[in-house]
Structures are given as structure tokens and as C-alpha cells.
């Protein structure tokens, strides 16, 4: 691999050397650090584009907005279920589709 000009060629290799091989406790730890992270994103900003408070959000799904910022900041990974009605509190949906 050459990252000599700022091309990444193989990504697995980069976490392979950072995190160890696919199925450690170090690159499984990570992996599931980067799902927090995304899916907090994905709710920040699905809230945001809903124009709804985290207080609202709150409200809406019966937690709290400690509960709500703590996952939008990747510290907390809601249950599917939990993410789920925060995601329909917010009128959206998830669509879970078979490859084809």
C-alpha cells in the first residue's frame, strides 16, 4: 500500500494495521465505536432536518434529552427498537432491503 500521495489504495489494510484483523476485541471495538458514531449522526441530522429539539425528540419517544444528545454524540448506542421510534418520531422510516 502507498499512501505517498495521499491515496488511500486498501482501507482494510489500514485498519488491519490501526485495530488488528477482522474479529478481534481491539477492530471489534472500533467497529462498533463507528456504528455509534454514524448512527448518532444519522439522527442529528434527521433531527435537525425535522426541526425538532432534542427536548422535543424527547418528548416525543418518552426518554430524555440527556438520552437523545448522548447518542447523537456516539457516547451510546440505542437499542434498534429505541432507534426505530426515534427515527419514526421523526417521521421518517427505515427500509431494510435485500441485495439483489
Keep these: 500500500m502507498n499512501t505517498n ?3 488511500i489504495k486498501n482501507y482494510s489494510e489500514v485498519l488491519d494495521k490501526k ?3 477482522e474479529g478481534t476485541v481491539q477492530r471489534s471495538e472500533f467497529e ?3 456504528y ?18 432534542q427536548s ?19 457516547s451510546i448506542s ?7 421510534r426515534l427515527i419514526a418520531a421523526l417521521g421518517m422510516r427505515i427500509e431494510i432491503v435485500k441485495p439483489i
Excluded: M
Excluded at 455509534?36 to 429539539?53: I, M, N, P, W
Excluded at 422535543?56 to 438520552?67: D, H, I, M, N, P
Design 19 to 21: 485495530y488488528g484483523l
Design 78 to 84: 440505542p437499542s434498534v427498537g429505541a432507534f426505530y
Design 36 to 53: 455509534d458514531f454514524y448512527s448518532g449522526l444519522v439522527l442529528h441530522q434527521a433531527r435537525k432536518e425535522a426541526k425538532v429539539t
Design 32 to 34: 462498533q465505536n463507528a
Design 5 to 7: 500521495d495521499n491515496k
Design 56 to 74: 422535543e425528540l424527547a418528548l416525543r419517544t418518552g426518554t430524555t434529552k440527556s438520552y437523545i444528545s448522548r447518542i447523537e454524540n456516539g
